[in-house]
């Protein structure tokens, strides 16, 4: 069991727009610790797409947007496309375990 | 250009002992904390441990701890994890991260390598 709660899955028709939620607690994205988010395609490494809540790497499409609210945060794809279809990964640090958490990943279907 | 090359994953049985290497190019490996990330075979991200740029400071997840040895040699370029006492559970892809903040601690993987794949059995 992960200690950041995910969707085990969500989909939509592309264009359209989903929402990843990603739930935790006082001791890691209420304590006010960044949340992070991957997409990680089969075989592939994960990759980076929001750091520190709400922001992106140089290159992500801005159809990714972070936000972050009391002990949950959420990404949200926009104009969903066939390439988005993937799994997604929130993670944080928690002081519980004096290291890094991940919730246990969601997969997007592109309907 | 960032580039993390993992290796030395392999087949080992349970009580067997493996250690991976990554080697690092394109940044300054000492400014910045490194860690080791796995993935059991369809299953989701799990953290391992992490170590700071010096070297001084290592963590590890519970379930890791007094098994695996996170270090480090900066004159190198290379990332190490030694594990030992493996058992099946610990079967999963190793990929080694570079921390995305400038911190001591591990904040988040902005360059990963392609990871290097660990079985263990019987």
């Known amino acids: 069991q992960s200690v950041l709660t995910q969707p085990p899955s969500v989909s939509g028709a592309p264009g359209q727009r989903v929402t990843i939620s990603c739930t935790g607690s006082t001791s890691n994205i209420g304590a006010g610790y960044g949340v992070y988010w991957y997409q990680q395609s089969p075989g592939t490494a994960p990759k980076l797409l929001i750091y520190d809540n709400n922001n992106r790497p140089s290159g992500v499409s801005d159809r990714f947007s972070g936000s972050k609210s009391g002990t949950s945060a959420s990404l949200a794809i926009t104009g969903l496309q066939a390439e988005d279809e993937a799994d997604y990964y929130c993670q944080s640090y928690d002081s519980r375990v004096s290291g890094s958490v991940f919730g246990g990943g969601t997969k997007v279907t592109v309907l | 250009e960032v580039h993390l090359l993992e290796s030395g994953g392999g087949l080992v049985q349970p009580g067997g002992s493996l250690r991976l290497s990554c080697a690092v190019s394109?940044?300054?490996?000492?400014?910045?904390?490194m860690a080791w990330v796995r993935q059991a075979p369809g299953k989701g991200l799990e953290w391992v441990s992490s170590i700071s740029g010096s070297g001084s400071s290592t963590y590890y997840a519970v379930s890791m701890r007094g098994r695996f040895t996170i270090s480090r040699d900066n004159s190198q370029n290379t990332l190490y994890l030694q594990m030992n006492s493996l058992r099946a559970e610990d079967t999963a892809v190793y990929y080694c991260a570079k921390s995305g903040g400038s911190g001591t601690l591990f904040s988040h993987g902005d360059y990963w390598g392609q990871g290097t794949l660990v079985t263990v059995f019987s």
């Open positions: 394109g940044f300054n490996f000492y400014n910045y904390a």
